[in-house]
C-alpha cells in the first residue's frame, strides 16, 4: 500500500505544478495541469478486431514508467480479448474481467494487471448512442438516403457546439471503410462512431467498425495518416442524398464513393 502511494505522489509531481497568488488579501492556492504530451508518429490510424463480431469497445489511459497509455480493448463474449497501446502499435493477448461488457483494465500474458491510473481526467464517451466529448456530439444527428433504394448506408452526423453559447460550430461526417472488394478498395463506408476518448491536447481518439482513429476536436480532421478515414460536410452528404433521390439507383454506397470521390 505503501508503494501505491509513493508510485501516486510521482505522478502528481511530475504532472502537477502550486500556484500560489494573492488578491484583495486573500491567498489562494491552485493546481496547474499541463496538457499531456503523446508521441508524434504521424499515424492516426489502428485497427483492433474486425468490425464484425469484435471491435474496439473500450479505452482508458494508464500511467506506466513515466509515460501515458492509451489503451483500446476489445473484449468478445467468447474468444480472446486484445488490449492495443495506439501510439506504439503493439497489440496484446490479455484477461478481462467483463467479457463482451465494459472493461477499464486487463490482465497480460505475465500478469501484471493494467488499469486507468492517471491523474488526468480523459473523458471517455461508452458504446452507448450519442454522448460528447467535450465540445464534440457524438451521432447527433443521422441522413438517410431515399427508402426506394435497396443498398444505402445511413449516415451519423456529428457536430461540434460553440461552448460560450451552445450554437453549432459544425456538422460534420465521419466516415470510415466499413466493407472491401475482392480487390482490396473500398466498396461500402460506415459513419457510426462508437467509442471515444478526450486525450486532453485538443484531439481525441474516435473507434468504428476495427478501426481507432485520432482526429482533432475543431474539426475531426486526423492527426496524421488515416487512409481509410475521411470527414465531410454535412451539407455535401446531404447534396449526394438529394441527387439520388428518384434517380433511380439501387446501391447508394456506390454512388456515394463516385460523388465524393472515395476511390
Not at 473500450?58 to 495506439?86: C, H, T
Not at 473500398?186 to 467509442?195: E, M, Q
Amino acid at each position: 500500500m505503501k508503494a501505491k502511494y509513493l508510485a501516486m505522489a510521482a505522478i502528481l509531481a511530475a504532472a502537477l505544478a502550486i500556484d500560489v497568488s494573492a488578491q484583495d488579501g486573500v491567498t489562494t492556492t491552485k493546481l496547474l495541469v499541463d496538457p499531456p504530451r503523446w508521441p508524434s508518429n504521424g499515424i492516426a490510424e489502428r485497427e483492433l478486431g474486425d468490425g464484425q463480431e469484435t471491435w474496439p469497445e473500450n479505452m482508458f489511459v494508464e500511467y506506466s514508467k513515466g509515460r501515458l497509455i492509451a489503451w483500446v480493448i476489445v473484449s468478445p463474449n467468447r474468444g480472446q480479448a486484445k488490449a492495443l497501446d495506439f501510439f506504439s502499435g503493439e497489440v496484446q493477448d490479455v484477461e478481462v474481467k467483463n467479457p463482451g461488457g465494459y472493461n477499464d483494465s486487463f490482465v497480460d500474458a505475465k500478469g501484471a494487471t493494467h488499469a486507468s491510473n492517471s491523474v488526468f481526467d480523459f473523458r471517455y464517451k461508452d458504446p452507448r448512442p450519442g454522448g460528447a466529448i467535450g465540445d464534440v456530439q457524438i451521432n447527433e444527428d443521422s441522413l438517410q438516403f431515399d427508402e426506394r433504394i435497396m443498398y444505402a448506408p445511413i449516415l451519423d452526423v456529428s457536430q461540434r457546439i460553440s461552448p460560450d453559447d451552445d450554437m453549432v460550430i459544425w456538422r460534420k461526417v465521419p466516415l470510415y471503410c466499413d466493407s472491401f472488394s475482392s480487390g482490396g478498395s473500398c466498396k461500402g463506408w460506415a459513419s457510426l462512431i462508437g467509442t471515444a476518448m478526450d486525450l486532453r491536447d485538443g484531439t481525441m481518439l474516435i473507434a468504428g467498425g476495427k478501426y481507432i482513429f485520432r482526429v482533432r476536436q475543431d474539426d475531426l480532421a486526423p492527426v496524421g495518416g488515416a487512409p481509410h478515414f475521411h470527414v465531410v460536410d454535412e451539407a455535401d452528404i446531404q447534396r449526394v442524398i438529394d441527387k439520388a433521390e428518384g434517380s433511380g439507383i439501387k446501391d447508394a454506397h456506390e454512388f456515394l464513393i463516385e460523388q465524393l470521390h472515395l476511390r
